[in-house]
């Protein structure tokens, strides 16, 4: 019976000193100057080159596994502490830029180009051929025919204007309207169009 009691208290012991291996395994590093840890080095005996370092491996370790935070550290050792990681801070794209209201001029304006004695009258509607049409004095008083059309395009860049004149026709010029009428918007294009009849 004595045999059984001791190989029964055996088989106990050795069950128990396995469940701590196993579970020791499993334990986070209790101190950064240990095998593996931040602070250790191979070349040190204990792993860490002083007792200062031993010290502040504990605190260190126990910020790491999370059993204090990191204002907790002892202010002796907080030149251990990895640096804070970085606040997220998204980017985000830019705000569109707002672009101009395109308003179109009303029915029937009249200008009268700064350099000559003609009239450019405006009869609608917007962006479409003959929308523009010559007079020979200012005023707009003496329609002109001729053999070119023209139309008054409103858009955000030449480049805009000049895809919309050439969907009108065999295009001449296409300019800013500014070159022919003083104030005009910087978003007006004076397309000018050969005919074709």
């Not at 012991?13 to 395994?25: K, N, Y």
């Not at 910020?63 to 204090?68: C, F, P």
Request: aromatic share 10%; net charge negative; charged share 20%.
């Amino acid at each position: 019976m004595k045999h059984t009691q001791v190989f029964v208290f055996g088989l106990l012991l050795m069950f128990v000193l396995g469940t701590g291996l196993v579970a020791a395994q499993d334990t986070p590093l209790r101190n950064e100057c240990e095998p593996g840890g931040s602070l250790y080095r191979e070349e040190n005996q204990d792993g860490c080159p002083t007792e200062w370092h031993w010290k502040a491996g504990w605190f260190l370790a126990a910020v790491n596994d999370g059993d204090i935070p990191r204002e907790a550290m002892p202010e002796e050792f907080a030149s251990v502490l990895p640096p804070e990681p970085e606040e997220f801070t998204p980017v985000l794209p830019p705000e569109p830029e707002e672009l101009p209201l395109l308003v179109e001029p009303e029915i029937g304006t009249c200008w009268s180009p700064s350099d000559g004695g003609i009239g450019l009258q405006y009869l609608g509607p917007l962006n479409t051929l003959g929308n523009l049409t010559n007079y020979m004095e200012r005023g707009c008083i003496s329609h002109v025919g001729g053999m070119y059309l023209n139309a008054l395009i409103l858009a955000y860049s030449q480049p805009e204007a000049a895809e919309i004149c050439a969907s009108l026709g065999e295009v001449v010029f296409i300019e800013p309207f500014s070159k022919w009428v003083e104030h005009a918007p910087s978003y007006s294009y004076f397309c000018h169009i050969m005919k074709t009849s």
